[in-house]
């Protein structure tokens, strides 16, 4: 049963009119669904975007009179036998009545961008950063705010939507009835920006002005003898003790303004003088020696690349992720395979986008009526129900159970004797799960982890390769004694290829596939501030699990599935990384980069920054900006800044959009809890490790029916073993024998959640 599509039989309707709707219609389309894509009434473009050939693979695309009633017939019945709708505009769903009459059965994916937009069009994500915090939260030279030239967070939002979309019909396999699921652009954008979002009220705004290589001199880009940027990874004490060794520095670890802690490497008393002597070393010798040294000793480091080089990578190429499809368009196309892989399951061979007239889409019998009476609301999640084992470390494990968590899973974090060393400042990423200290290499410990499977739905890692197979838990080891079981592993570079053994971070893959060399330019690579990788991973990974949890409800069958931090880095850049003859050339930053033109970009007022997107020069001067509207770009920008200098945000959104210019303010992340609309609807409080409360995301979708109603909490490490192992058919004396034999460990509740301080 190889050759099916774990979303075989679905049938979705995209009417959406975003880059991250349609990347949520591209990801149904990869796993099987039927895909038909039509333009919203409100659709307004001025061409074009290359990416829509990758974010419309697998789809019929058709245009729709929406004056016509005989067109919106066309649509309404195709309504009628959806199982999903995507939507990303209101006045679509008011004429279709999805707001109060939708079919029951139908799952509807509504998914605003969050930024009024009177023109319409594909691309607000530099709005949505705007408003939501992430440009002022990007490292750079001058500490202001950074116009991000990749649409990471509407890459993100699409793919949050479309998981918890596939949850919703993971319920609906238990219920019989849809529901409206709701992920808008703020939504997407605090998904993406998970790392940075604990706001401690009494802190000061974090300072950003320590250059575009971020405030860690262990895990950022140097420039080697031969001109060539390298960027080291090396965020943990094992990493960091063998690269100070490698370049010759040995005597920063022994230091006693650091004293053998890896926290105060990045610590800003001491983070200028440690980058000088890493500076300093790697200037020595060309990056190849560098290169070669620090791979021998299993330090995870590259070269920094180019966007337009990454899907020929040696590496890419082993795993699949270079496609070549046929568009109608633009003729041959090379575009990035599927971002994850199911083993009996796997994503369908990436087909070029049809287009058709209206008359000519196809015919979809209407959905049945549900059986039974629609449940009342839960309160618990789509997924309330299923459990998942979550052995992930680091960031992007963590990260896929605490969305599944968010998703109404009881998922358990699966921790090492001591605890997950990135507990210490990543303690907000498992928020949401209960906990097992256990040694999966003692035989007790080994023992009660499998006996809590046979409990479970799904079990994800994130271990290297190999690693599973020497712990006696790969997938048929736990099918073994769970036949139906999920198992979803994380890898750096994917299974196979000259990679698939090394160790890999977010900004080490941020580097090699060209993020930071795109933002940069011409100048210095930038470490982004967006953790794009590893988020996108651990949302991949639930999303793997939600797919294969969907699958499984409707044969009975589990499977193995999979992604990595490479997959997510062409997913994360599927629009820049697509090539076809004549493609104009993706967007390029530069230093301290504010964006594209005098009239798309950032400008600092007398009390922060405005993202400004402008039809012309005479809307400034209507503004009383500037006086001519025949200025060159250099000098019109050289007036306009000095104009709205003098001005406060609010002056000069309010004077922008009174001429029909698209304005809005650029917030900091601390100023979040201010909007009360956003803090009712998006954040809540837990309490931090200063003793006051911290602010951090609540509801990351809004779920019709079964939107979870609590707050994730932090545990602490083992907190929960003798209540999961009991739950797991031990007896108190095994427990109790266990413990004493070193395989497990009972620990106690958390007392608060620390800031996030190494981004």
Not at 132 to 147: K, W
Not at 154 to 161: K, P, R
Not at 433 to 451: I, P, Q, T, W
């Amino acid at each position: 049963m190889r050759d099916q599509q774990a979303l075989g039989g679905l049938r979705v309707l995209d009417l959406s009119g975003t880059i991250a709707s349609c990347v949520a219609g591209m990801l149904f389309g990869d796993h099987g669904c039927e895909v038909v894509h039509l333009k919203p009434r409100n659709w307004r473009s001025a061409g074009e975007l290359p990416g829509e050939v990758v974010w419309h693979r697998n789809k019929v695309c058709s245009q729709v009179d929406w004056d016509s009633s005989d067109s919106v017939e066309v649509v309404r019945q195709l309504l009628r036998g959806a199982d999903v709708c995507i939507t990303s505009d209101a006045p679509t769903c008011t004429m279709l009545g999805l707001d109060e009459a939708a079919p029951a059965r139908l799952v509807h994916l509504h998914m605003p961008s969050g930024v009024a937009l009177e023109t319409g069009g594909l691309d607000v994500d530099n709005l949505i950063a705007a408003t939501a915090g992430v440009a002022l939260r990007q490292c750079s030279f001058g500490g202001g705010a950074i116009d991000l030239v990749t649409p990471y967070v509407s890459y993100e939002q699409g793919l949050w939507a479309a998981t918890a979309a596939i949850a919703a019909l993971v319920e609906r396999e238990k219920s019989g009835y849809g529901q409206r699921v709701l992920v808008d652009g703020l939504h997407g954008s605090i998904v993406a920006n998970i790392a940075t979002l604990v706001i401690d009220p009494a802190a000061p705004p974090i300072a950003t002005a320590v250059g575009p290589g971020g405030p860690h001199p262990a895990y950022t880009s140097y420039r080697c003898a031969d001109g060539r940027w390298l960027f080291l990874a090396a965020p943990t004490p094992k990493f960091q003790q063998t690269t100070f060794q490698v370049l010759g520095v040995s005597q920063i670890w022994t230091d006693p303004r650091i004293n053998g802690d890896f926290t105060n490497v990045h610590h800003p008393d001491n983070r200028d003088w440690v980058r000088r002597l890493l500076a300093d070393a790697f200037a020595s010798a060309p990056s190849k020696h560098w290169l070669a040294q620090l791979e021998a000793a299993d330090v995870p480091a590259g070269l920094v690349g180019r966007t337009q080089d990454w899907l020929q990578d040696p590496q890419l190429q082993a795993v699949g992720h270079r496609r070549i499809m046929n568009d109608p368009v633009h003729g041959e196309a090379v575009v990035p395979g599927a971002l994850v892989e199911l083993e009996d399951t796997p994503a369908r061979e990436p087909a070029p986008r049809r287009f058709v007239d209206l008359p000519r889409l196809p015919q979809w019998a209407g959905q049945p009526q549900p059986a039974r009476p629609q449940p009342a609301a839960s309160g618990r999640g789509p997924l309330d129900g299923i459990r998942v084992l979550n052995l992930g470390a680091m960031l992007a494990g963590p990260y896929a159970g605490m969305l599944l968590a968010e998703l109404g899973a009881d998922v358990v974090k699966v921790e090492p004797r001591g605890g997950d060393v990135f507990r210490r400042i990543g303690g907000h990423y498992n928020r949401g799960m209960r906990s097992l200290e256990v040694d999966l290499r003692n035989a007790a410990g080994h023992a009660a982890f499998m006996a809590l499977v046979r409990a479970s739905d799904v079990v994800i890692d994130n271990y290297r390769l190999g690693v599973l197979e020497r712990l006696g838990i790969a997938h048929a080891s736990l099918s073994a004694v769970k036949p139906d079981v999920i198992s979803v592993s994380i890898t750096g570079f994917g299974k196979t290829g000259p990679m698939a053994f090394r160790p890999a971070f977010d900004p080490l893959i941020q580097a090699t596939s060209g993020m930071q060399q795109a933002q940069g330019g011409d100048a210095d690579p930038v470490f982004i501030g967006i953790a794009v990788n590893d988020v996108a991973t651990g949302c991949a990974a639930a999303l793997a699990a939600c797919v294969a949890l969907y699958y499984r409800a409707r044969t009975g069958r589990g499977q193995n599935a999979c992604t990595s931090l490479a997959a997510a880095s062409t997913f994360m850049q599927s629009g820049e990384l697509v090539q076809y003859a004549q493609r104009p050339p993706h967007r390029v930053g530069g230093r301290d980069y504010a964006g594209p033109s005098v009239l798309d970009r950032y400008y600092r007022t007398a009390d922060g920054y405005v993202r400004v997107v402008a039809s012309g020069l005479q809307q400034f001067v209507g503004a009383g900006f500037v006086a001519d509207p025949d200025l060159p770009d250099s000098v019109a920008v050289e007036q306009v800044e000095r104009a709205i200098l003098a001005l406060s945000r609010s002056d000069a959104v309010a004077r922008l959009q009174a001429q029909g210019a698209v304005a809005v303010a650029a917030r900091n992340i601390c100023e979040l809890p201010d909007d009360p609309t956003v803090r009712a609807g998006y954040l809540t409080t837990v309490t931090g490790d200063t003793g006051g409360d911290f602010f951090v995301p609540q509801r990351l979708a809004r779920f019709g029916r079964t939107e979870r109603a609590d707050t994730l909490r932090t545990a602490g490490a083992g907190e929960h073993t003798r209540e999961l192992l009991r739950l797991a058919g031990l007896t108190d004396r095994e427990i109790d024998a266990a413990a004493a034999g070193g395989g497990i460990c009972e620990g106690q509740p958390l007392k608060g959640i620390a800031g996030v301080s190494y981004r």
